[in-house]
């Protein structure tokens, strides 16, 4: 693979290095496998650094461009999930909708004068679901 194909590989798949120039580490001065815009490499790299080769926190964040905050989290998220720790978490809604098709229909089908707060609780009766007046009242809406 070209070095050029990986840094398009990596800019599409959100993999890039957001401050590749401050990688000033060693390993990365020649480029070739080492690829400072390899943002998951570069995580991988800074680790490695301090864990194997004994490098200060301070040193193996700077010199990977990274603060030392940034440090501790990526060290937490690999211990936590490993390699695939070293990804960044995925953007947006963390757990499932509450608010499925089905009960969007319920309440669209309920009558108009019903109220959000009596919705809340057929909806809490029929579904187990529990939700807040105002998202009952902003999906009659829709």
């Known amino acids: 693979m070209s070095e050029q194909s990986r840094r398009q590989t990596l800019t599409q798949n959100g993999l890039v290095h957001p401050r590749a120039a401050d990688v000033i580490a060693p390993l990365f001065a020649d480029g070739g496998f080492f690829l400072a815009v390899d943002k998951v490499q570069v995580k991988y790299e800074m680790l490695r650094a301090h864990l194997v080769?004994?490098?200060?926190?301070?040193?193996?964040?700077?010199?990977?461009g990274y603060s030392r905050a940034g440090f501790y989290l990526v060290r937490a998220a690999f211990e936590q999930a490993g390699m695939s720790g070293l990804l960044d978490d995925k953007r947006g809604r963390r757990g499932p909708v509450?608010?499925?098709?089905?009960?969007?229909?319920?309440?669209?089908?309920?009558?108009?004068?019903?109220s959000g707060a009596a919705l809340v609780a057929e909806v809490a009766d029929r579904f187990g679901v529990a939700l807040h007046r105002r998202t009952v009242e902003r999906a009659r809406r829709r």
């Not at 080769?53 to 010199?63: Q, S």
């Open 98 to 114: 509450k608010l499925t098709a089905q009960i969007v229909s319920f309440l669209k089908s309920a009558p108009p004068d019903a």
């Open 53 to 64: 080769e004994g490098w200060t926190v301070t040193d193996a964040a700077a010199t990977h």
